[in-house]
């Protein structure tokens, strides 16, 4: 018998050999090739020292008049189409501030600032305009709109590949609406007109696997979004406006929190969104504001919670050490966008307001809304302390400057609609608790003021 006659005979044979290597090999490449399983993250727990929530009470004179004080930007920018402007005397917004002023609103009539009527009518003429500006690819809500125009407008900070939309402003509208909704349900029928049209399917897009052979991937979904407010704190937000816009969308949401960035400071660590170098040293920014607005309005969950509580913590450690108020910066400035007019496309880039000169992006050592956030959630003798540095931060028939400047010092020199608006929500979640509580909120007063009155 021939080599080659042996060699015949056991090709069954050498075949199934050469399978089992081939298939031996196949599973080595794959384990070397594969990443390890994702490990558990750490929940947050609760700090030992976490107050107890303070009950809702009457406000005091002084809160009655800051709550006044609040409410006359929205009466002074209010346009006659019902949009209100995101900055003082600039004819933009943005579905977030959009909400901030139906939140705002709510809270104005919650108070007794003004009456149910004029709240319908001011609901009612917001989700007009609303349904009459046109959608970005048709689909859904754009990022920036004239207030007075209401056209589209395109910020040069825009992300051209994505579509002009943000998930995480209109988490916030949606949030708004569902209040509304729930207090008012005489508006229920025309807010679901308003969105009846709007494709949220288009929020959500399900990634193809970077590695085809990683069979340990799970199916991932992507967020179509622009980027404007991409700290964790504003994800996490997200998740409590757009969770019911779709059966996915809890479970997309869920599957895209972000692991934040963290710091420790005075054994305390915290989530921070950048850092900003003031003199030689580089401070970190904490944008508390999304923390804040969900303990405002539907309750605290876990997580914003004790963020606020530890970022609240840090700022009094720091201060009480060593003097510093800006170790910490609560916020930043609201920025004037740079518009390019759809109308006018050809046009050079400018701003709406060419008289004024470019509002910088500019951290804050004392951010006014996160101080009256924490003077109505925690109420300790440190929140306390800091209102009253921030007590004076308002112009009479203007309403309230956004903070101090960390760089320098000084007062921030504008007045917007967000730090108006969660300033009435800390004041009517002192009155009455959350506007988003099934058994929070009492009737509010019976014979309501006209809202003009200082």
């Not at 809702?56 to 930007?73: G, N």
């Not at 990634?207 to 991932?220: I, S, T, W």
């Amino acid at each position: 018998m021939t080599w080659k006659h042996s060699l015949l005979q056991a090709r069954s044979y050498i075949a199934v050999i050469i399978g089992f290597l081939l298939a031996f090999g196949i599973v080595v490449y794959v384990e070397t090739h594969m990443p390890p399983a994702p490990a558990e993250s750490a929940e947050l727990t609760l700090s030992a020292d976490f107050p107890t929530l303070p009950a809702p009470r009457a406000l005091t004179f002084d809160e009655a008049v800051w709550a006044r004080i609040a409410w006359q930007y929205f009466v002074n920018n209010t346009q006659s189409n019902g949009l209100a402007n995101a900055i003082d005397n600039q004819p933009y917004t943005t579905m977030w501030d959009t909400g901030s002023y139906l939140m705002a609103a709510v809270s104005a009539q919650r108070l007794g600032i003004i009456t149910r009527d004029e709240l319908n009518a001011r609901v009612n003429a917001v989700l007009t305009t609303l349904s009459s500006l046109p959608l970005a690819d048709g689909q859904l809500p754009s990022l920036y709109y004239h207030t007075q125009r209401s056209i589209r407008l395109n910020s040069l900070s825009q992300n051209e590949s994505q579509p002009d939309w943000s998930a995480v402003d209109i988490s916030r509208l949606l949030m708004a609406l569902d209040i509304v909704a729930w207090l008012y349900p005489e508006q229920t029928a025309a807010i679901a007109r308003l969105t009846a049209p709007w494709r949220f399917d288009a929020l959500f897009m399900q990634q193809e696997p970077q590695q085809p052979l990683n069979f340990r991937a799970a199916k991932k979904w992507q967020l179509v979004t622009q980027g404007n407010r991409d700290s964790y704190g504003y994800q996490l937000y997200a998740v409590n406006g757009l969770r019911r816009v779709s059966p996915l969308a809890a479970i997309v949401l869920g599957s895209q929190q972000p692991s934040p960035r963290t710091i420790s400071i005075d054994g305390l660590r915290i989530p921070y969104d950048s850092l900003v170098k003031i003199g030689k040293v580089d401070h970190p920014v904490v944008t508390t504001m999304p923390y804040l607005l969900t303990g405002l309005e539907a309750g605290f969950d876990i997580r914003s919670a004790e963020i606020s509580w530890r970022v609240m913590k840090v700022q009094e450690s720091r201060y009480r050490s060593h003097g510093d108020y800006a170790y910490v910066n609560a916020d930043n400035e609201e920025q004037l966008p740079r518009f390019i007019d759809d109308a006018v496309i050809s046009r050079f880039p400018a701003l709406i307001d060419k008289s004024r000169a470019e509002i910088k992006e500019a951290a804050l050592q004392l951010s006014t809304k996160s101080v009256f956030g924490w003077y109505a959630l925690f109420r300790t003798p440190w929140s306390d302390e800091m209102r009253r540095r921030a007590a004076v931060l308002f112009e009479p028939g203007r309403g309230w400057y956004e903070g101090i400047i960390a760089a320098n010092g000084q007062q921030s020199r504008v007045i917007g609609a967000n730090t108006n608006a969660l300033i009435l929500e800390s004041l009517v979640y002192i009155a009455q608790g959350p506007l988003f509580c099934q058994n929070c909120a009492p009737a509010p007063p019976a014979n309501p003021a006209d809202g003009q009155r200082p």
